[in-house]
């Protein structure tokens, strides 16, 4: 057998180093067989991935549901914020198919599903993090350059469905490959759903370009962008000399230590398979140690789902305010009979009172940030 597995896939199913073909040999003598890994998998996976979509669904659809009821996007991090939690919702309804393929050991579902839901899974993790970027160089333009943000952000929001079409645009043209590549086929006996890239040239360079992708795009631009706009954020609250603003630096300390612990180790993994990629000499024990890691390093990268709502909107004081709205309404409908005096007019007065009076400074959004 090979030295270089013939698939390879950095897919939430197995990432096919081990699930398709990394039964390779070690040294050419010996087999590297990993069936402890998967074994590992099967059971770790789905239940780390099913408690990901519970929560991050629950909390997505809260946000989105705040947007369509109680509050209308009237920034550009509202509008960004909306989009994201439709992208992290789309995100995170794929896992229960890789849930699945890890607890069976295969791909149960058609080839079409295949390509649907690891294009889904693709498109909607490249626009979650490409609209981080935009969420933190949008906070950047209304608090660094809070003089000259009224005319340009007055411009952006009349044109943000052009905006955020470009995002999801390029989200899937970034994620192209993934949609031609990936396809259903058997392997040493079960099916799996990975990137086959037998009929094309040069297969390790399309594997390094889409790990590169991936790197690019999921990652460093995100990263790069959410330094530079929140050191000179940072730079500008501390000087203002505020107690409020102090507390919109430590919101914002939280959103990049939380995306660093998050991202980090996995893009880590990833460059380490990246490097990888090609050579001849590598032991069994690190390509074991490398798939235990990267399967418990994705569950960490997943998680940043369900972490968007509760740093980018419920630790806002305004949109905990109308999240409150939310649940108190939901209680008034099953008790309206039984306690006519529990939604009383008093407290809804000064909510729209509060609400006014917050809508005066849009500024900073309806987050704290």
């Given amino acids: 057998m090979s030295a270089e597995p013939e698939t390879y896939s950095d897919y939430p199913l197995g990432d096919g180093d081990y699930n398709a073909s990394l039964d390779y040999l070690e040294n050419d003598t010996s087999p590297c067989v990993l069936q402890e890994v998967r074994e590992f998998s099967r059971l770790f996976v789905p239940i780390t991935y099913s408690l990901i979509c519970v929560f991050g669904l629950l909390g997505n659809v809260l946000v989105v549901l705040t947007f369509a009821f109680y509050k209308k996007a009237k920034s550009m991090t509202d509008v960004y914020l909306l989009n994201m939690a439709v992208a992290d919702i789309l995100f995170v309804l794929t896992l229960p198919f890789w849930a ?19 294009g889904i899974y693709a498109v909607n993790f490249n626009c979650g993090m490409l609209l981080l970027a935009c969420v933190s160089l949008d906070r950047y333009i209304a608090i660094v350059q809070a003089t000259k943000s009224f005319r340009l952000r007055s411009r952006t929001l009349a044109h943000r469905r052009v905006i955020c079409l470009s995002v999801w645009v390029v989200s899937l043209l970034i994620s192209v490959s993934t949609f031609t590549f990936t396809q259903k086929y058997n392997t040493q006996g079960y ?3 990975e990137p086959r890239y037998r009929g094309v040239s040069e297969p390790i360079r399309w594997k390094l370009l889409m790990l590169g992708l991936q790197l690019l795009f999921g990652f460093f631009i995100p990263l790069v962008f959410m330094i530079f706009c929140y050191l000179f954020i940072v730079k500008t609250l501390v000087q203002a000399q505020n107690s409020k603003r102090h507390r919109a630096i430590r919101v914002i300390v939280a959103v990049v230590l939380v995306f660093l612990a998050c991202q980090i180790p996995h893009n880590i993994v990833l460059l380490v398979t990246a490097t990888n990629l090609g050579r001849m000499d590598r032991s069994c024990r690190g390509e074991k140690l490398t798939a235990y890691t990267k399967n418990c390093t994705e569950v960490l990268a997943f998680l940043h789902c369900c972490l968007n709502p509760v740093l980018y909107a419920f630790i806002g004081q305004r949109f905990r305010s109308y999240f409150l709205k939310i649940a108190k309404d939901l209680l008034c409908v099953r008790r309206k009979q039984k306690s006519p005096g529990f939604c009383s007019r008093p407290h809804s007065d000064t909510f729209i009172s509060r609400q006014t009076s917050e809508t005066a400074d849009d500024n900073g ?4 940030m």
């Fill in 365 to 368: 959004s309806s987050f704290t």
């Fill in 100 to 118: 699945v393929t890890h607890a069976t050991g295969e791909w149960v579902f058609s080839s079409a599903l295949c390509k649907l839901v690891a």
């Fill in 191 to 193: 099916a799996v759903c």
